[in-house]
C-alpha cells in the first residue's frame, strides 16, 4: 500500500537554531500534504500545509517546500524556541489514498 | 464552537470487556475518522465515515466496530477488549480537502 516516510523520529536542536524534518510518500496522485504539531497530552494541530502547485510556503518561523518530481516534502523550523518542543508528523493526501501519516518526529529543543 | 470532542478521557478495562468511545463534532464536516495512537508507530487509521449512515475499515480494523447514524456523531465500539488495544484513540473530522481536525484523545487501559 501507499505511504509516507519521516526523518528523523528524533531531533535534538539549540534553542535559536533551525530543524528540518523530512518525509518522502509512495502516492503520486498525492496532491495535499499537511504538518500536524502534537504537543504532550493532546491532539495533532495543524500549523501549515503545501498544495502541489506550490513549491514553497512559508508562515513566520515554519515553512515547507515540497519536490513533487522526487516525491518528498520538508518542513523547517528557524529560531527554535522551547515552545517548539513536540512530536510533528508530515502527512500526504490524494482522493483515493485519502490521508497518511508518517510516523512521526519528536522535536527537543535545548535551553 | 466546540470544534471535535471525545468522551470518555480516560477509562480502564478488563480483558472481555466492551465498552463505546463516542466522538462529537459540531463543525458539519462530512468525514470523520477514528485512529489509534501507539509509542513509535504514529497514527493508524481504525475505521473512517465519509458521511451519515456509511462506514469503511482503515489499516487497522479488526477488534473494532463503528456506526455513524447521526452525521456529528461517530461512535468506536470494543466488543471484547484485548491488552494489545491498550492506546490512545483520537477522532478527526475532515474537510474534504484534506485538513484534519483532532479531538483530544482517549486513552485506553486493558488490563
Known amino acids: 500500500g501507499e505511504n509516507v516516510e519521516q526523518h528523523p523520529s528524533t531531533l535534538s536542536v539549540q534553542e535559536g537554531d533551525s530543524a528540518v524534518i523530512k518525509c518522502t510518500y509512495s502516492d503520486s496522485a498525492s496532491n495535499y500534504f499537511p504538518w500536524y504539531k502534537q504537543e504532550l497530552g493532546k491532539g495533532p494541530q495543524l500549523i501549515i500545509d503545501i498544495r502541489s502547485n506550490v513549491g514553497e510556503k512559508k508562515d513566520q518561523r515554519i515553512a515547507v517546500t515540497l519536490n513533487k518530481t522526487a516525491k518528498h516534502f520538508s518542513l523547517h523550523i528557524t529560531e527554535t524556541q522551547p515552545e517548539d518542543s513536540a512530536v510533528y508528523f508530515c502527512?500526504?493526501?490524494?482522493?483515493?489514498?485519502?490521508?497518511?501519516f508518517g510516523s512521526g518526529t519528536r522535536l527537543s529543543i535545548r535551553p | 464552537n466546540a470544534g471535535v470532542t471525545q468522551t470518555p478521557k480516560f477509562r480502564v478495562l478488563k480483558t472481555g470487556q466492551s465498552m463505546t468511545l463516542l466522538c462529537a463534532q459540531d463543525?458539519?464536516?462530512?468525514?470523520m475518522y477514528w485512529y489509534r495512537q501507539d509509542p513509535g508507530m504514529g497514527l493508524r487509521l481504525i475505521h473512517y465515515s465519509v458521511g451519515e449512515g456509511t462506514t469503511a475499515k482503515g489499516e487497522v480494523p479488526d477488534g473494532y466496530n463503528v456506526s455513524r447514524l447521526k452525521k456529528q456523531n461517530f461512535l468506536l465500539g470494543l466488543e471484547s477488549a484485548a491488552p494489545s488495544q491498550t492506546s490512545v484513540y483520537f477522532c478527526a473530522t475532515d474537510t474534504l480537502i484534506g485538513t484534519q481536525y483532532f479531538g483530544p484523545g482517549t486513552r485506553l487501559l486493558v488490563l
Open positions: 502527512a500526504a493526501y490524494s482522493s483515493a489514498s485519502k490521508i497518511i
Open positions: 463543525m458539519n464536516h462530512e468525514y
